[in-house]
């Protein structure tokens, strides 16, 4: 969500691409709720992230900036915001308590992906959304990156297993 083609996106492209969005998705009167970008865990996430280091240094800049377009688009639209970053933004972010996937957690060098106690906390917050909102609970798509996909889960990409779509559909049939 962040680059196109390898290419970082500045936070003002990912706000005209995510408007489009916004914009289609309401013209066809789908039920939506908007997720913020979780942090990045820098000291952990610039060992492997292919960007320039000055790129590097303004990841959690850039993130929050994109944020702060989600929550005006969620305003602009009417549509619920579940602000994922806050939630995810507690503590020490490097160590074993985190919900990002750190070494400490996970023994992963990630730094950008949520661990599986941070994807459910994602799932019980899109649940909490869907109830107060009376949303269907059915039909349900999750448009997203690597988190919906389930990066680094058990059975990432399918909603099995431990990803967030997993974790979202056994809440919604209790």
Same mark, same amino acid.
């Given at each position: 969500m962040w680059f196109i083609k390898k290419k970082w996106q500045t936070p003002e492209q990912f706000a005209g691409h995510y408007r489009k969005?916004?914009?289609? &998705? !309401?013209?066809?009167?789908?039920?939506?709720?908007?997720i913020t970008i979780p942090p990045c865990v820098e000291n952990v996430a610039n060992t492997h992230i292919r960007a320039t280091?000055?790129?590097?240094?303004?990841?959690?800049?850039?993130? &929050? !900036?994109?944020?702060?377009y989600i929550k005006s688009f969620g305003q602009e639209y009417n549509f619920p915001v579940v602000d994922y970053h806050k939630l995810l933004a507690v503590g020490?972010?490097?160590s074993k308590d985190s919900l990002m996937r750190?070494?400490?957690n996970?023994?992963?060098?990630?730094?950008?992906?949520?661990n599986e106690?941070?994807?459910?906390l994602l799932a019980s917050e899109i649940k909490k959304v869907i109830?107060?909102?009376n949303?269907?609970?059915?039909?349900?798509?999750?448009?997203?990156?690597?988190?919906t996909y389930g990066a680094h889960m058990q059975q990432q990409g399918s909603v099995f297993g431990d990803t967030y779509p997993a974790e979202l559909l056994r809440l919604l049939e209790k």
């Open positions: 969005l916004c914009e289609g &998705l !309401k013209q066809y009167g789908c039920k939506v709720i908007l280091a000055d790129e590097k240094a303004r990841l959690n800049t850039r993130i &929050l !900036k994109m944020n702060d020490n972010l490097e750190v070494p400490a996970s023994g992963s060098y990630d730094g950008v992906h949520p106690a941070g994807l459910k109830d107060a909102k949303y269907p609970a059915s039909g349900i798509v999750c448009v997203g990156d690597s988190i």
